[in-house]
């Protein structure tokens, strides 16, 4: 990366140009510095090569220091600590000096550590009648995970490349699961709950090195423990409602928040959706569902389809955020995109 203190100074400029926010904030409007001090204002505006601090760059970085106060990412205590971090570590220089060519972006060495599962289930269900309306339901479940990781530096032009870093360090765990269900049959509605993954199985995590700083020398700070994935169990009820032979509604929702890979985010969902057996072999279907335990994402919209062979069933099924997007490289993409497969045999 060769960027220099007045690339940088433009693109923080320009950055400002388009926040609709700022410009309507204190600090575009004439009211000033709201939370850095004199000489934080001071440092900010060295480093950036301006004599003056009142400029719109500094202005600008008050502005986002203000904001991530009033959000609670970060205490009045640590703005000085946030300062410090842009003018020694995060605002590249021009290389005029020793000093300047130690602080550039290229020689930043901060580091994040990703790591990932991918589970594989084949499962075997029985089920149970004990009479017209009520039915139980058992599964075991053979689970092949493979817990992967990758320690990428934030500030090198290889940090694309954390896909692929993760196809190389990895454990793989061979486990089994458990699920039960129950069901309630009326003429036009069903009843149900399922308990999946109740033994809460687990999947070995690693230790690795890497050598992200391209030296050759693998020191203490370059090795990486990528901890076990426990998959939580989940409790999930549900109803489905058949107006008629070829429709039915249903909804479901889960009663407990369950932890993901990703550290502090969570997952209980609520759905809804509707399933049309359009021909005897086919059955297409539309629906929505919401994560409760979170508010990053808005509902997310489902398509499926459903094909019955003589013993064999296909399902497939996509879903996607519409509403919320983010924008890579210039496209838009859903923030949200997953795609599922099943098959299931009768036997």
């Known amino acids: 990366l060769d960027f220099d203190t007045a690339q940088i100074r433009d693109e923080i400029v320009a950055a400002a140009a388009v926040d609709g926010d700022y410009a309507t904030s204190p600090q575009n409007t004439g009211g000033g510095f709201q939370t850095l001090d004199p000489d934080e204002q001071q440092a900010i505006a060295d480093s950036l090569g301006l004599a003056n601090p009142n400029d719109t760059a500094v202005l600008y970085i008050d502005y986002q220091i203000s904001e991530a106060v009033d959000d609670g990412i970060i205490t009045t205590d640590q703005v000085d600590q946030a300062t410090d971090l842009l003018v020694s570590g995060f605002v590249a220089t021009d290389g005029t000096s020793p000093a300047d060519t130690l602080n550039n972006l290229e020689n930043n060495t901060t ?29 075991a479940k053979y689970m092949l995970g493979r817990v992967s990781g990758a320690a990428v530096r934030v500030f090198d032009d290889d940090s694309y490349d954390v896909i692929e870093n993760m196809d190389e360090e990895y454990e793989e765990t061979t486990t089994f699961g458990v699920d ?3 069901l309630y049959r009326m003429d036009n509605l069903q009843l149900g709950a399922i308990g999946r993954n109740l033994n809460a199985p687990t999947f070995d995590g690693f230790t690795f090195e890497e050598d992200v700083n391209d030296d050759g020398v693998i020191s203490p700070d370059e090795r ?12 999930t009820i549900g109803a489905a409602f058949m107006p008629t032979r070829t429709i039915v509604i249903e909804a479901s929702a889960d009663l407990l928040e369950v932890d993901t890979v990703l550290p502090g985010y969570a997952e209980q969902f609520v ?23 979170e508010d990053d994402i808005d509902m997310v919209a489902t398509l499926g389809v459903g094909l019955n062979f003589w013993l064999m069933r ?12 983010v924008e890579i490289e210039g496209d838009e993409y859903p923030e949200s995109l997953r795609g599922s497969l099943g098959v299931a045999m009768d036997f």
């Open 314 to 325: 296909v399902d497939l099924a996509i879903a996607g955020s519409p509403w919320d997007t």
């Open 111 to 139: 580091t994040v550590v990703v790591r990932g599962l991918v589970l594989a289930e084949i499962p075997v269900s029985y089920g149970y009648a004990i009479n017209d309306s009520f039915a139980l339901g058992a599964t």
């Open 180 to 182: 039960a269900s129950v």
């Open 224 to 235: 990486y423990e990528i901890e076990d994935i426990t998959v939580d169990p989940q409790l």
């Open 271 to 293: 759905r809804g959706g509707v399933e049309w057996d359009a021909l005897r072999f086919l059955a297409l279907r539309a629906g929505v569902y919401q994560n409760l335990a």
